[in-house]
């Protein structure tokens, strides 16, 4: 199996072309790589080219356009990863889904992520994340989603672009080929001249002339209940998470299930039964009789916000505490 091997000399924080002497003793014997080895390698092949990223980013397209079937390409600031995994959880039962592993949403990872693609799949649902302009239009030429979903746009990674406008229109580039867009009417009143998608689904808990508006929430037994309107009829669901975070992620599912047609009932029923998604608030049992809120996936103002409200909710310790790192 060796010549299926490839070993890509990437540069970051190690440069990965101090690795290809390990990779060619582990068995590897294709190299794409920037410049040429300092030893000789029997029987090695090596691809010299000018930027090891891009042969990665060009080889996964081509792969990607090998291909023909549905693909939804989601992003945003804050709950790619929980919608994409809520998502796989919803649709799993009628389609062969492949995805992101984890958060594998950056320039690697994208390509990566990709590269999983096979003939037994029917559905991918990839996400995107970027922290500078330009990012985006390299990972939709990758990705080629058919399907868009914006999730919360927010203050991550807002230090990466002139302004939050700039990001925005950034983030939008993933869709720029997409036959159906999912967003929230709230966040892209000011850029809806700039949407190309043949279709868009939208939601909204203030604007009753979105698709999907959510007109009513409440908590029942440790549950929240949704209702909304949806095509002049009363429509509502159930979802097992009370945190803010949690609902509107949960809502964004809600919408995109509906823009693909599931049914208000098959919708609810599936959503009723999501399960928790690691890397974001998890609860988790400390030593001396306390609780660890774990929320170490993103570190942004609003992440913040949303994790103090969770904290406030637990009232089964009288003390709390707050282990704070940087945030940019």
Not at 25 to 50: T, Y
Not at 86 to 114: E, F, H, T
Not at 221 to 241: H, V
Not at 280 to 304: A, F, P, Q, W
Request: hydrophobic share 40%; proline share 4%; net charge negative.
């Amino acid at each position: 199996m060796r010549h299926k091997a490839y070993f890509f000399a990437l540069s970051g924080r190690r440069n990965g072309h101090e690795f290809v002497a390990e990779a060619y003793a582990a068995g590897v014997r294709n190299f794409i790589v920037k410049d040429g080895p300092e030893l000789k390698l029997p029987d090695a092949n090596f691809l010299i080219v000018v930027d090891v990223l891009t042969a990665l980013q060009i080889l996964a397209a081509y792969h990607r356009s090998k291909f023909n079937f549905p693909v939804i390409g989601i992003t945003g600031s804050n709950g790619k990863t929980i919608v994409k995994e809520w998502l796989y959880q919803l649709l799993a039962a009628d389609k062969n889904i492949v995805r992101n592993p984890k958060s594998y949403n950056s320039q690697i990872g994208v390509p990566l992520s990709v590269w999983q693609i096979n003939d037994r799949n029917d559905l991918g649902i990839f996400e995107a994340g970027i922290s500078l302009p330009g990012e985006m239009d390299k990972l939709e030429q990758i990705i080629k989603p058919d399907i868009g979903v914006l999730t919360h746009l927010g203050s991550a990674h807002d230090e990466g672009f002139e302004n939050p406008a700039q990001k925005i229109r950034e983030k939008l580039k993933l869709f720029k080929n997409c036959k159906l867009l999912i967003y929230n009417y709230d966040q892209l009143i000011d850029y809806k001249q700039e949407l190309t998608a043949t279709t868009c689904f939208t939601w909204s808990r203030n604007f009753k002339q979105a698709d999907l508006f959510v007109f009513s929430e409440t908590i029942i037994s440790k549950n929240y209940y949704l209702r909304a309107e949806y095509k002049d009829e009363e429509i509502e669901c159930i979802i097992p998470f009370l945190d803010q975070a949690s609902v509107e992620n949960a809502i964004v599912c809600w919408a995109t299930m509906l823009a693909m047609d599931y049914s208000p009932a098959e919708t609810d029923k599936r959503l009723e039964r999501l399960a928790p998604v690691s890397m974001r608030l998890e609860m988790k049992t400390g030593i001396h009789d306390c609780s660890v809120i774990d929320d170490t996936y993103n570190s942004d103002i609003h992440s913040l916000e949303i994790a103090l409200n969770f904290l406030t909710q637990q009232n089964q310790h009288p003390k709390k505490t707050l282990v704070l790192s940087d945030i940019f």
